[in-house]
């Protein structure tokens, strides 16, 4: 059974940085895609970025610029680090995994807030 465990969420002043990351219970370097998403209260999950195992990238507009996705297949781990960060980012942000066999898992979520 695959695990993603997400990490590094708490309170952080407007302006300010987090970084989350997504360990997953087995090597990553079968996983073709893996990407944040994020729920606000009320809200759908909305898709934040996501990045392939080529390196390629996709941020939603509204992070584009503050929000960087990166991976390390030696640590089975993908970080998300915030900057600038703004009370619309506050959320439960989930960490995504699909794999190259089309299975499709989701980590249990970490919360996100932005005040001051």
């Known amino acids: 059974q695959v695990q993603l465990v997400e990490s590094g969420g708490g309170l952080v002043q407007p302006g300010g940085s987090l970084r989350l990351s997504c360990a997953a219970s087995?090597?990553?370097?079968?996983?073709?895609?893996m990407g944040w998403y994020r729920q606000a209260p009320g809200k759908q999950r909305d898709l934040v970025t996501t990045?392939?195992?080529?390196?390629?990238?996709v941020y939603v507009d509204s992070v584009k610029g503050r929000f960087t996705i990166s991976r390390d297949n030696a640590k089975n781990t993908v970080y998300l680090q915030m900057n600038s960060l703004k009370p619309e980012d506050t959320a439960v942000y989930y960490c995504n995994a699909l794999y190259r066999s089309g299975g499709n898992y989701w980590g249990q979520g970490t919360q996100v807030t932005v005040s001051s």
């Open positions: 990045i392939t195992s080529g390196g390629s990238t």
């Open positions: 087995g090597s990553i370097v079968n996983i073709y895609r």
